[in-house]
């Protein structure tokens, strides 16, 4: 019992919640939204559409296999979505020290330590998603002895400069050329594109792509509303008027929603977690989908060349797009997964597809 | 017409689809589906039928009632008739109004085609009643009869159920799709599997194809070891499988769900504790898995997604995998394409109903078209996010068995299991090692868990091996040592290790002032019962300490450590759930429900793990007390935690608290719910002995005043009673010395049945005949002191048992049900085949029965349901137990006279009016039979002998219109076969030689062959019965009885033991457990082998009635 740090969760609406600290051990303020999946701490911590944010993992034992080591594979690291975690903060019930898996290298504790990010345990997480879903996403802090920072909302920010690239960056060398809009991407699509055989030329958020020579554009995920993308959002007017494939996911979907002049608004509380299920409109198919968002389009406001590609089947919003003539799609969910399923990753085929018959009719 | 789930797709189209395993987008492959599969299944499948899956036995319990409950029930909602044919009176699903026709006879093919020729259905489920219902699905399907009546499989294809079971093309298929499975070789001889076993190297498993339950199965580490055991597998099945072993490696099983257009969903992953080698039934197992990367979660779950798409299974299945341990490399190990005991738990564990929405997918729903059964606003097409987790633990009672190993391996023994939820592993392991009910207080503190070698303990595991974990960490054992040991996981060694370390922490005070509160919450939050603070705190010498865990209550409650409730809702509250699931914990701050403190709820306690001597029947009971509740427009509460139940299905109640029914936790919901009472009889035993210490903490129990439950519990004051009331029992004594139980015997004379309060080894309770009987006994087994008396009763021998089930208010019995033992008393009356209504007893008998009963009712005040056990020999009774609780035998006689007790019984206990025009046992036309269904097949090594310790785990009811079509019908439920060919007698003492004499006759007349062993063929033969004498299994002659077993030249065998004591390995026994391991019917008490030979003799299976619940129950009395 000895030696344990507590440290004081407070939310916007005045609620206190105490924990005991297992990470690094600074005051600090960020929007809190919670995540239902069951596996995947390594991948969620370390996405960049998590900036900002103050995470609470419903699932109560966390820690249980360690976190793995700094392997690197294409340039990337093989077992994390960034190169840092990127959560402001980590909120669980149950956690474990003593991990066990052949494949850890440290505790989850020493990585936030060495990432100096905050993680508290022993909160009773469950109140605190009900809290979220009635009220909504809200602003907290994590307040240890003496230091309470001041609230800080991060959606007013300009996130997706803190996690894109700063440069362009090339990797692999296939046969097909993807331009790689980096609005916060996650490794795995970068992985998913390579293993199809692309070469990725990762650019930044506000990179002018339109002059670029590519066989496909593909927008990426990010934080953040999406509304604050404006150079992204210019751009990607410019290159509808042209043919080339284009497929977005997650912010991306938004952001070509947006250039397709339709309207994005923040969900109450979003989707995060690995069980969200999507139907492929005008089918019997319903597929399972791992998500992480907190703005969704307004599918009342598409334009009428546009037209939705998936709803999600529980509450009706709008989980894809697709152009009635030209390839361009887009998916609000992750068919990279990590973590999560992956029953969509068949969407990297249909992109490659759309580009092999580009090239055809070019 | 003939159509199928793939509809309009030609045959190479089906197989192209088929082998698509990953859908695109561009494909547009599901405009080769037919569209209108609903359509079509609408229109042409009115009628169905469903295979239930018989009595409990080992590997297939009462898991499969709910699933099939819930297959009616999503049949019924779409307005199909429905028709099942299940002989296991005792379940919820053969009650009236879950399905639309009811057949209490057996699932064989040749029964099943009778019913439909009778009924004509247009369809049938296989997958809900558990491998008995497959089988049978199988065999049907081979003999043509499927095609014959145009009857359509719904859900899973056979093809498909055949490909899965068949381990060798099972293999084949998943190689084909480049899934990994063990290197096996599938051989159907010896020689065969010796010549395996050279490729593959030792360790090998071997595995029987087509068993339940891994029957069969084992690893061998030598040639001599695996001749014997591929012996004995082959002896189960024609094929038999030798494969690699995997021994340490993690297992893993998936819960798959596919509709007909290829949508699928896992529903939940589990991990098992212990590692590969011990079956997925005897282990420990946790939900969702715990160590696992995301990677090895997902990766697992697309391969079983994979293979379910690649065998085209609608509705769902399990996949059982091998993990390796130090990599990502795993084996499928089986794929279940059913209902299975996983399922049930999956079920039970997210409170996703598999069964339901299997049903419906076989009716051609897509998966988003139905809904979340607990949001009832999103979809079932989803995975349910779980915030707890849970922990199942199996239940054995292998002390029930004399001769049997404790060993724990790759086939099953266990006969029940629990489900213990909770935030985190040690607050839902130590919950669950409560729940099991074997006197255990949680991970730690248990006193009657010492061992002498730990290390072989740990190394060989047995039934108790987690509280030889807990002692090694005592022992200081570090978790890696333990690790090298037994290979578990170090996450779950660690988690283990914590409460050891935070009992250690308690231990260091002596007063509640003392203790600090965040150790004491601490201790709640790790699942540690105020029993165990108790104990580690207050450190009381006496072993009843219910004064101090009343104060560790108080103290906590004053401290406000209290227990918050938690509801499972599928999505881990991402959405409002109005589910009335819920649990308790400490890990919280909050609770999730409100409550209306408005009197209007009753709490009804439930049975527990399922266990020899407490089983469906009790499910059963708390069930219809629970829709009798709701009747009376109360709100039902439910408090149970056996997974394999109906009563935790949050359908059937209004509140289900899947929890501890420990005192404690008990306690812990009345304070949250003030209910207007507490039901403590419809549940067993587990409830029954909480009533008086519920009553003295004043709370309010409905029914029978709980002073009243004590008197009749208690030997001394029942006993006084009956004397005073003037009814007969038994003579008995409470003995403290060995001079004593002489000097009583003496009086009363052999033989004696003989109960000690210590037991060291062997059964509890035993009859014995002769001094030297009598010796033996109490120097092996028991101990006899003024701590450990013995109680001595006198046993009449060749007296008839007779139970009587009835339900009285306010002393007055209001209905009755009186039934007969087949067997003479000596045979527990859970083992024994029951005759309703009595067919044999004179009417002098049965008059004064229920006079005895209106006097014990009146004395003790009866108000709900309860049963005696009576003996009756020349019109002399005598009493020999009451239970003021409902009985095993309730649903039995409720059915059989169409008249529900439980109702009855919870409208006297609510004191609400009860309809008058009760029915009479006397207007039945027609006759119930309950069978015992015993499962020593599964019990390697266990002598398979009656005795007056309970054997049986299950039973089967079957209804007849004369004696001889009922107890063939129930005969032929719990397995037995009509002999074609020859019978092996050895008819044992000489009364039971006379007693056999008849029934010989009719054999011969029928022309069969007999052999009997020497004594038995000598006396026949003499009374004119032709006969072949052979010798004794240990005689060195050319002919055995042991070798006519062996080289199966015998298809029944009778085998009488010569004394009432189960005695050690002889003989007899070698007759008795090599007809179990060959699987040849065995009967091992006259009575009943008459009963079963006359019925056969008289009858054939054609004269059989084939008649319907409804068609005895509801014709009309026409005199």
């Known amino acids: ?258 250039a397709a002049g339709a309207d994005t608004y923040k969900l109450k509380y979003g989707h995060r977690s690995h069980n969200q299920p999507v139907v492929l409109k005008g089918s019997k198919r319903c597929f399972i989908t791992s998500q992480n968002h907190g703005y969704a389009i307004n599918m009342d406001t598409l334009p009428k060349e546009w037209e939705p590609l998936f709803v999600n089947a529980n509450d009706g919003t709008c989980e894809g797009l697709k152009h009635t003539s030209k390839p361009f799609f887009a998916s609000q969910f992750h068919p990279e997964a990590s973590s999560g399923p992956t029953d969509t990753e068949f969407l990297f085929d249909d992109f490659i597809k759309m580009m092999e018959d580009h090239k055809v009719k070019r | ?275 590969l080698g011990i079956h997925t039934g005897e282990s420990i197992v946790i939900a969702p898995s715990q160590t696992l990367t995301n990677s090895e979660y997902h990766k697992l779950r697309s391969l079983a997604i994979k293979i379910i798409r690649h065998f085209g299974v609608v509705g769902e299945c399990n996949v059982q995998y091998a993990l390796d341990p130090n990599s990502e490399d795993y084996r499928v190990i089986e794929v279940n394409a059913r209902l299975s005991r996983s399922s049930a738990l999956a079920s039970k564990a997210t409170g996703y109903p598999l069964a339901f929405v299997a049903a419906k997918l076989g009716l051609g729903y897509a998966l988003h078209e139905l809904k979340n059964a607990v949001t009832k606003t999103t979809t079932a097409c989803f995975e349910p996010a779980l915030d707890y987790v849970v922990c199942k633990i199996p239940r054995w009672d292998l002390n029930k068995f004399e001769g049997v190993t404790k060993e724990i391996g790759s086939s099953m023994k266990s006969v029940g299991e629990v489900m213990a939820v909770g935030r985190n592993f040690e607050e ?235 005192f404690e936790r008990v306690l812990d919901i009345i304070d949250l719910e003030s209910p207007r009472g507490v039901i403590v009889s419809v549940g067993g035993q587990i409830p029954q002995n909480l009533s008086m210490r519920l009553h003295k903490a004043d709370v309010k129990v409905l029914g029978t005043s709980p002073e009243s439950i004590d008197r009749a519990e208690n030997r001394q004051t029942f006993s006084a009673m009956l004397d005073e009331l003037k009814i007969d029992q038994p003579r008995w004594n409470e003995l403290t010395s060995k001079e004593a139980i002489n000097d009583f015997i003496d009086e009363v004379g052999f033989p004696v049945l003989i109960r000690p309060s210590y037991v060291l080894s062997g059964a509890a309770m035993n009859v014995v005949s002769n001094k030297d009987e009598l010796g033996h006994f109490l120097d092996l087994a028991a101990q006899v002191s003024k701590q450990y008396p013995v109680v001595v009763s006198e046993f009449i021998q060749e007296a008839k048992e007779i139970e009587f089930d009835g339900v009285a208010k306010n002393g007055d019995i209001i209905i009755d049900a009186i039934s007969e033992h087949v067997e003479f008393a000596g045979v527990h009356s859970g083992d024994a085949t029951l005759v309703f209504p009595p067919q044999k007893l004179y009417f002098e008998t049965i008059r004064r029965i229920r006079k005895i009963a209106a006097k014990i009712a009146k004395s003790l005040n009866i108000t709900g349901p309860f049963n005696m056990q009576l003996l009756a020999k020349d019109n002399d009774i005598k009493v020999i137990e009451c239970n003021l609780r409902a009985s095993r035998s309730f649903p039995f006689v409720s059915k059989v006279m169409d008249f529900n007790f439980i109702e009855t019984a919870t409208q006297a206990m609510l004191d609400v009016p009860i309809p008058n025009n009760l029915p009479s046992m006397f207007e039945l036309e027609h006759i119930g039979i309950k069978a015992s269904q015993f499962s020593f097949s599964r019990l390697s090594k266990a002598d398979p002998v009656l005795g007056v310790d309970m054997s049986s785990t299950g039973e089967v009811g079957c209804i007849g219109a004369d004696y001889y079509d009922a107890i063939l019908k129930a005969m032929l439920s719990v397995g037995y076969r009509i002999p074609k060919s020859a019978i092996l007698i050895s008819s044992g003492p000489i009364r039971s030689k006379v007693e056999l004499l008849k029934s010989a006759k009719m054999l011969e007349e029928k022309g069969h062959k007999l052999y009997g062993t020497r004594g038995t063929a000598k006396f026949l033969e003499e009374n004119g019965v032709t006969i072949e004498s052979v010798g004794w299994p240990d005689e060195d002659v050319e002919v055995t009885a042991h070798n006519l077993i062996k080289e199966r030249k015998v298809d029944l065998v009778i085998n009488i033991p010569k004394n009432l004591s189960k005695s050690e390995l002889n003989n007899d026994y070698l007759i008795r457990r090599t007809a179990i391991d060959l699987n040849i019917p065995l009967i091992t008490n006259a009575r009943l082998a008459s009963a079963f030979i006359y019925s056969f003799c008289k009858k054939s299976i054609e004269d059989l009635g084939i008649d319907s619940f409804s068609d005895y129950v509801d014709k009309k009395q026409d005199w």
């Open chain 2, 1 to 275: 017409m003939r159509f199928s789930f793939l509809g309009e797709m030609s045959g190479e189209q089906r197989r192209v689809f088929l082998k698509k395993n990953n859908y695109q987008l561009t494909a547009k492959s599901d405009k080769l589906m037919a569209l209108s599969l609903r359509k079509m299944i609408k229109d042409n499948i009115k009628k169905v039928l469903v295979l239930g899956s018989g009595a409990l036995k080992i590997g297939e319990a009462g898991e499969f009632d709910y699933s099939g409950s819930q297959a009616l029930k999503a049949m019924k909602e779409e307005g199909i008739y429905t028709v099942l044919i299940n002989p296991n009176i005792a379940t919820v699903q053969t009650s009236k109004g879950i399905a639309d026709q009811i057949y209490f006879l057996p699932v064989t093919p040749y029964f099943v085609e009778q019913v439909i020729l009778k009924e004509k259905p247009d369809g049938i489920l296989l997958a809900f009643g558990g491998q008995t219902a497959l089988n049978c699905g199988i065999q049907l399907f081979n003999a043509g009869l499927l095609k014959k009546y145009n009857l359509q499989v719904l859900g899973t294809p056979i093809e498909t159920i055949i490909k899965t079971e068949d381990r060798e093309i099972f293999a084949n298929e998943l190689r084909g799709i480049d899934v990994k499975t063990p290197q096996s070789f599938a051989v159907e001889s010896i020689p065969e599997a010796l010549k395996a076993a050279e490729k593959l190297g030792f360790p090998i498993i071997v595995r029987a194809a087509f068993t339940l339950g891994g029957q069969g199965s084992g690893f061998c580490s030598n040639m001599a070891e695996l001749e014997k055991l591929a012996e004995n597998a082959l002896s189960y099945s024609s094929q038999i499988l030798v494969e690699e072993s995997l021994k340490g490696w993690k297992e893993v099983e998936y819960e798959v769900v596919r509709d007909a257009y290829d949508n699928c969903i896992t529903v939940c992953n589990m991990e098992n504790f212990d590692p």
């Open chain 2, 428 to 662: 839902a392991v130590q919950k669950g090692l409560r729940m099991i009910g074997q006197g255990m207080h949680g991970f730690v503190g248990n006193v009657h868990s010492k061992f002498d070698d730990v290390d072989r303990e740990l190394t060989h595991p047995t039934d108790m091996r987690i509280f030889s974990i807990a002692q090694a960490f005592e022992k200081g054992y570090s978790i890696d040592k333990i690790h090298d040991l037994t290979k578990i996981d170090k996450w779950f060694l660690s988690k283990l290790e914590h409460i050891t370390k935070l009992k250690w922490d308690l231990q260091k005070y002596n007063n509640l002032q003392e203790l600090p509160d965040t150790l004491l919450k601490a201790a709640k939050v790790y699942g540690f019962s105020d029993f165990q603070l108790a104990r580690f705190v207050l450190k009381p010498e006496r072993t009843d300490m219910e004064s101090e865990l009343l104060e560790v209550r108080k103290h906590r409650k004053a401290k406000g450590i209290v227990p918050v409730v938690k509801q499972i809702d599928t999505l881990a509250a991402e959405y409002p759930a109005q589910t009335n699931y819920v649990y308790l914990t400490y890990s919280g701050d909050e609770n999730d429900i409100t409550y209306a403190d408005d009197n209007q709820s009753v709490i009804v306690l439930g049975s527990g793990a399922y266990r020899i001597g407490s089983s469906v029947e009790f499910d059963w009971c708390s069930v219809n007390a629970l829709n009798a509740v709701n009747k009376e427009g109360l709100r039902s509460v439910m408090i149970n935690y056996n997974p394999e139940t109906v009563s935790t299905d949050y359908d059937v109640c209004d509140r289900l608290y899947f929890d501890e029914l420990s």
């Open chain 1, 1 to 258: 019992m000895s030696g344990e740090t507590k440290a004081k969760l407070i939310l916007q609406d005045g609620s206190e919640y105490i924990g005991t600290s297992f990470g690094y051990q600074e005051s600090i303020s960020g929007e809190m939204v919670f995540n239902t999946a069951m596996t995947g701490y390594p991948e969620s911590l370390t996405d960049p559409s998590y900036r900002g944010q103050i995470l609470v993992s419903t699932f109560p034992l966390i820690g249980n296999y360690g976190v793995p080591g700094t392997l690197q594979e294409d340039d990337l690291f093989r077992f994390y979505e960034s190169e840092k975690i990127q959560v402001s903060a980590f909120i669980v019930s149950d956690y474990t020290e003593e991990f066990s898996h052949w494949n850890a290298s440290l505790s989850l504790g020493d990585w936030m330590k060495q990432h100096k990010i905050p993680g508290i345990y022993g909160v009773d997480t469950r109140a605190l998603t009900k809290k979220l879903r009635e009220q909504g996403s809200m602003l907290a802090k994590i307040v240890f002895e003496g230091k309470e920072p001041e609230w800080k909302d991060p959606n007013l920010e300009n996130l997706v400069a803190q996690v894109s690239t700063p440069e362009k960056i090339v990797y692999g060398n296939g046969k097909h050329k993807v331009v790689l809009l980096d609005c916060g991407v996650k490794n795995n699509i970068i992985r998913c594109l390579l293993k199809r055989d692309t070469t990725v030329i990762r650019v930044p958020h506000d990179y002018d792509f339109t002059k670029e020579e590519y066989d496909g554009l593909f927008i990426s995920n990010g934080p953040g509303d999406p509304k604050q993308n404006t150079k992204a959002i210019a751009n990607l007017k410019t290159v509808f008027g042209q043919d080339t494939p284009i497929m977005g996911i997650c912010l991306g979907t938004q952001l070509m929603a947006l």
